[in-house]
DNA sequence: CCGTATTTGTTCGTATGTATT
DNA sequence: CAATACATACGAACAAATACG
């Protein structure tokens, strides 16, 4: 059977922009008009095959303007610690972006009181309804919102006198330590989970991600657990699909750069 | 600026279809030709409702049958052993699929003699050309297919006597362990990196995923390093991101029957 | 600032092809 | 074979966003 034709006339103009013959240098696809000129058929079927080469984010249409190649972002890479000593994530991060030649900056932190349900609630074993409070922080590399995290803490931390947890502030040792410090209950594992799924609308909104949902987050769930084996506090991080990639080390294995992996 | 209608539709239709109004049951949607009529518009601009539908993963058009809401896959949640003793891959991925009352199959492997190139060059420090050993098996849940796992060996290995390495059999000990107990050469060490992209023709295939992309694949690449810092193996797992989780301990954290976290 | 040309976005209509029941 | 439902393709008109003189 032979191929519809709008999905030859988008697979054309794949070849031709991974080639660079078309949209090189920032420059516009031809038109819809001129397509549908030098392509034979009609405008609509022209957009049947760039709405699929939209979908597959291979380029973006605006509007008054024309159709753009997009281009591809340089992963940033996370290294995930594997050792329970290792420094705080808060810390971490900052220093791990500069290591790779590129300019962090995080937001301050966004402090809220809220009623524990359903993740929170079961994570930290609470019952649904009772007081957390949680710390929300935006990240950014070279300008571009990279990833945001948001903790929760149970309340009853502040009201044993962990007070500068509900502080809109970032502390030296990171709040786990800071924890620690005050109320002597220590970090002492945690667990995290993975999962990717598509964007909410928030994400979608802050990460400009395309409003179709193409691009996936991925979503960290990290839960600290005290001696006593009870849950400290829960954090929730959460990276567009596009620009980020994790690296684990186990046992011994030999130091290197950490870079984003090519496809081969 | 008010919505434009086919975006209207998309919207009404999601509620009902979230609502259990429409599509409940796996019963079909209303055709295009009754949508059109009662919302009072063109069959195309249906179309252009239903097509946002089909992007976000809500509904499938089924040609001469009608158009479906798609159900939730229960995700299965991976174990990812941040111990290096831990129990090999192959053997750990079973038991951890029964523990969750779901039936394994893994196939048989595939060997396949092949050229280092890009990722395998790298990783296993082979000049580009130098033949490796591929051991490639397919992984299902329940009879669906869930993951698809390669892993690379150097040449070299077999010449110093490891030849059950071309052999298209699964090892109780492991592969792995297989190398140890032949040629004394222990992994002590690997490094995991983890990345999100889109399937490609094979993946989209295999997982019977939707041709445009939309649901993403999780691949993660792990190197496994020998006592003297040698790279031993490569292996890359691949895992489409709507049935699959991951979960990861480190230090001390209570046990938890592990299970899927839904949105909250 | 304004008006015009260009470009994509939306909506309609119609006809025909292909897959399923 | 016939009926139904979605897929493809064409043509047309107007709206909205943008760029430019």
């Not at 929730?236 to 496809?263: C, H, I, S, W």
Request: a neutral charge; glycine letters at 8%; aromatic letters at 8%.
């Amino acid at each position: 059977m032979r191929e519809s034709m709008w999905r030859q006339i988008a697979e054309d103009l794949r070849l031709k922009i991974e080639s660079g013959e078309l949209g090189a240098g920032g420059m516009p696809l031809p038109s819809e008009l001129e397509l549908r000129d030098s392509y034979r058929a009609s405008r609509n079927t022209v957009r049947d095959a760039i709405k699929w080469l939209v979908t597959r984010g291979l380029v973006v249409t605006r509007p008054g303007q024309g159709t753009f190649v997009v281009q591809k972002i340089d992963p940033f890479v996370t290294t995930l610690s594997t050792d329970i000593n290792a420094p705080r994530e808060s810390t971490a991060y900052a220093s791990e972006v500069m290591a790779s030649s590129r300019i962090p900056k995080v937001s301050d932190p966004r402090i809220e009181i809220q009623q524990a349900s359903g993740l929170t609630a079961a994570e930290l074993h609470l019952q649904h309804g009772t007081s957390v409070v949680s710390r929300h922080q935006d990240r950014f590399i070279d300008g571009v919102p990279w990833s945001f995290q948001t903790t929760f803490y149970p309340m009853r931390l502040v009201e044993q006198g962990a007070e500068w947890i509900i502080r809109a502030q970032d502390l030296p040792t990171g709040i786990v330590g800071y924890i620690e410090n005050v109320l002597g209950i220590k970090e002492v594992g945690c667990r995290d989970r993975f999962l990717v799924r598509p964007p909410d609308g928030a994400e979608t909104n802050f990460f400009k991600l395309p409003d179709d949902g193409r691009i996936s987050v991925i979503e960290t769930i990290r839960t600290g657990y005290d001696q006593v084996g009870e849950p400290l506090r829960v954090t929730v991080t959460t990276y567009p699909a596009d620009r980020n990639q994790f690296v684990m080390t186990a046992g011994k294995v030999p130091a290197e750069q950490t870079r984003a992996l090519p496809r081969g």
